[in-house]
């Protein structure tokens, strides 16, 4: 169902802010609960980022909060009116971006804080006054001890990626910052799922809610090509590698379930002679700014990433999507591959599939309803794999003598060999690396670890996946499989703000 904004009789100045986006009808979303949130109610609702979830909140907030707008400059007449938290720096960034673009052209005045940044900043904006504030729950419970941020005028609460917040840890923090705002106010909650924890939170927070749901994202692009490929953990890298040489791609994102794994994989890559920027939540947000900018300016050709510091993220396209693990949550799977292919583009999603990820792959293919096809990739060539999956045995090889003749530097240039697709790049080797520098090195010192540890080796054999094969067909996991991975928490393990 969409509808015109213009149903909606929205104050003209956001009326304006809303024709210049270019937005032509509502969303499935906007057209449930904008309607609602005019009304003042307590709204659940289950909407993803993406959907257009940002004004469906902001547009009504915007709204009412217009009713007492005022244009004295005393930071007295601009008290916090609306809170919006969500549990990433990048989000909060994106969702005030949008809620200042949407009141442009009222006297309301918004601002964002989160953690990773200088406080002093942040405090000088909150002391001028603020009407809506976005925040993440940490750095917001540091202004609020500092009395930066007070919340007792408090009319709008939203929790947005709720579920999220709750992976992360952030219910004590939630708890506290709920604790400091009236309690005559409105509650919107946004998660992707209403889980038993999400609907314990509602049942304490808000006061008989409206549910918005809108269909939860569970068809991929017909645009995006999707392969999942048959490859063991050493395999993984060499398998990037030779999926980007054939496929000539310049540009891609890299998933992986752990911080750890992130920032593991993105210096191998790197290491192996590919432009790399790691975006994960241990990553400050100048960090981040610049991998993001980097990523956009060309400058950095992978993105490796966690789920968490990718979603919401604003890059329309990529070329590819590399599932370097496959995601814990089917759903992130579309999420993570809805990447590529985008506005009729053709994309490519690449999954790398090891034996233990059977009742993962199950789930997708549940999810997508597709019969998922699993293949085996063909390298271009035949060397011993620990030749090519390490760098670093190269690199000693070659090191082993300064005779570039020397059989340890043929081998070293062949075995860089699958590295060097790209155009007008110097490619990097190993030899500007020093023994004693890379064995100083503690993640150098050691063999690259899957961010995920591996079933053990009798329930792998039970979810043994035999290249090209259908794998519903073939894979039964045992119950030991299932109960492992449940035990593997989904999201990045650490709080972010
Ligand atoms: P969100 O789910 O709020 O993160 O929004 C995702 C993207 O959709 C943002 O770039 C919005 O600017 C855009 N958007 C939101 N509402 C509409 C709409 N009604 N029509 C077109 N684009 C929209």
Same mark, same amino acid.
């Given at each position: 169902?969409?509808?015109?904004? %213009?149903n909606l009789?929205?104050?003209?100045?956001?009326?304006?802010?809303?024709?210049?986006?270019? +937005?032509?009808?509502?969303?499935p979303i906007?057209?449930q609960a904008?309607?609602?949130?005019?009304?003042?109610?307590?709204?659940?609702?289950?909407?993803?980022t993406?959907t257009?979830?940002?004004?469906?909140?902001?547009?009504?907030?915007l709204?009412?909060?217009?009713?007492?707008?005022?244009?004295?400059?005393?930071?007295a007449?601009?008290?916090?009116?609306?809170?919006?938290? @969500?549990?990433?720096?990048?989000?909060a960034?994106?969702?005030?971006?949008q809620?200042?673009l949407?009141?442009?052209y009222?006297k309301?005045?918004s601002?964002?804080?989160?953690?990773?940044?200088?406080?002093k900043p942040?405090?000088?904006?909150?002391?001028?006054?603020?009407?809506?504030?976005?925040a993440t729950p940490?750095?917001?419970?540091?202004?609020?001890?500092?009395?930066n941020?007070v919340?007792?005028?408090?009319? +709008?609460?939203? #929790?947005?990626?709720?579920?999220?917040?709750?992976?992360?840890?952030?219910?004590?923090?939630l708890?506290r910052?709920? %604790? +400091? @705002?009236?309690?005559?106010?409105?509650?919107?909650?946004?998660?992707?799922?209403?889980?038993?924890e999400?609907?314990?939170?509602?049942?304490?927070?808000?006061?008989?809610?409206?549910?918005?749901?809108?269909?939860?994202?569970?068809e991929?692009?017909?645009?995006?090509?999707q392969?999942f490929?048959?490859?063991?953990?050493?395999?993984k890298?060499?398998?990037?590698?030779?999926?980007?040489?054939?496929?000539?791609?310049?540009?891609?994102?890299?998933?992986?379930?752990s911080?750890?794994g992130?920032?593991?994989?993105?210096?191998?890559?790197?290491?192996?002679?590919?432009?790399?920027?790691?975006?994960?939540?241990?990553?400050?947000?100048?960090?981040r #700014?610049?991998?993001?900018?980097?990523?956009?300016?060309?400058?950095?050709?992978?993105l490796?990433c966690?789920?968490v510091?990718?979603?919401?993220?604003?890059?329309k396209?990529?070329?590819?999507?590399?599932?370097?693990?496959?995601?814990?949550?089917?759903?992130?799977?579309?999420?993570?591959?809805g990447?590529?292919?985008?506005?009729?583009? %053709?994309?490519?999603?690449?999954?790398?599939?090891?034996? %233990?990820d059977?009742?993962l792959?199950?789930?997708i293919?549940?999810?997508?309803?597709?019969?998922?096809?699993?293949?085996?990739?063909e390298?271009?060539?035949?060397?011993?794999k620990?030749r090519?999956?390490?760098?670093?045995?190269?690199?000693?090889?070659?090191a082993?003598s300064?005779?570039?003749?020397?059989?340890g530097?043929?081998?070293?240039?062949?075995?860089?060999?699958?590295?060097?697709?790209?155009?007008?790049?110097?490619p990097?080797? +190993?030899?500007g690396?020093?023994?004693?520098?890379?064995?100083?090195d503690?993640?150098?010192?050691?063999?690259?670890?899957?961010?995920?540890?591996?079933a053990?080796?009798?329930?792998?054999a039970a979810?043994?996946?035999?290249a090209?094969?259908?794998?519903?067909?073939?894979?039964k996991?045992?119950?030991?499989?299932?109960a #492992?991975?449940?035990?593997?928490?989904?999201?990045?393990?650490?709080?972010?703000?």
């Open positions: 169902m969409t509808s015109s904004f %213009s009789s929205l104050a003209e100045p956001l009326a304006r802010a809303v024709a210049e986006m270019g +937005y032509e009808s509502m969303t906007q057209a904008i309607p609602v949130v005019l009304t003042g109610q307590d709204v659940m609702g289950a909407a993803q993406g257009g979830k940002t004004a469906a909140f902001s547009l009504p907030l709204q009412r909060l217009l009713k007492h707008e005022n244009s004295s400059t005393s930071p007449r601009h008290p916090v009116r609306a809170l919006v938290l @969500l549990p990433t720096r990048e989000l960034d994106q969702v005030a971006q809620i200042a949407y009141a442009k009222t309301l005045r601002t964002v804080v989160f953690g990773g940044m200088d406080m942040q405090t000088l904006e909150l002391k001028k006054g603020v009407e809506v504030l976005v940490g750095r917001l419970l540091d202004h609020i001890e500092a009395k941020a919340l007792n005028q408090v009319e +709008y609460v939203v #929790l947005d990626e709720a579920d999220r917040m709750l992976d992360i840890g952030f219910l004590p923090d708890q910052i709920l %604790s +400091y @705002l009236p309690k005559q106010r409105t509650t919107l909650l946004f998660s992707a799922t209403f889980s038993p999400i609907k314990r939170l509602a049942s304490s927070y808000l006061q008989n809610p409206i549910t918005i749901e809108v269909a939860r994202p569970n991929t692009a017909s645009t995006v090509e392969r490929y048959s490859a063991g953990d050493d395999d890298r060499r398998a990037i590698h030779q999926v980007l040489k054939t496929r000539g791609i310049k540009q891609a994102f890299i998933f992986v379930n911080k750890l992130c920032g593991r994989l993105a210096r191998s890559l790197e290491r192996e002679g590919l432009k790399t920027a790691a975006l994960h939540g241990d990553k400050s947000q100048d960090e #700014l610049k991998a993001l900018e980097a990523f956009k300016q060309g400058e950095v050709d992978l490796v966690t789920d510091a990718a979603r919401g993220l604003d890059i396209d990529v070329p590819a999507v590399f599932n370097f693990d496959v995601p814990f949550n089917a759903e992130d799977y579309v999420h993570r591959i990447r590529t292919g985008r506005a009729g583009a %053709s994309g490519l999603a690449v999954t790398l599939v090891s034996g %233990s059977a009742r792959v199950g789930d293919e549940k999810l997508i309803k597709k019969k998922i096809e699993l293949e085996a990739i390298y271009d060539d035949d060397r011993p620990e090519i999956n390490d760098g670093r045995r190269a690199w000693r090889e070659g082993d300064n005779d570039p003749r020397s059989a530097s043929a081998h070293r240039r062949e075995a860089r060999e699958p590295r060097e697709p790209r155009e007008g790049r110097e990097r080797d +190993y030899r690396f020093r023994p004693a520098t890379v064995s100083r503690p993640f150098f010192a050691k063999p690259y670890e899957p961010s995920v540890s591996d053990a080796p009798a329930w792998e979810a043994k996946v035999p090209r094969s259908g794998i519903s067909a073939n894979i996991p045992k119950r030991k499989v299932a #492992l991975f449940k035990a593997v928490p989904a999201t990045e393990p650490t709080s972010q703000s």
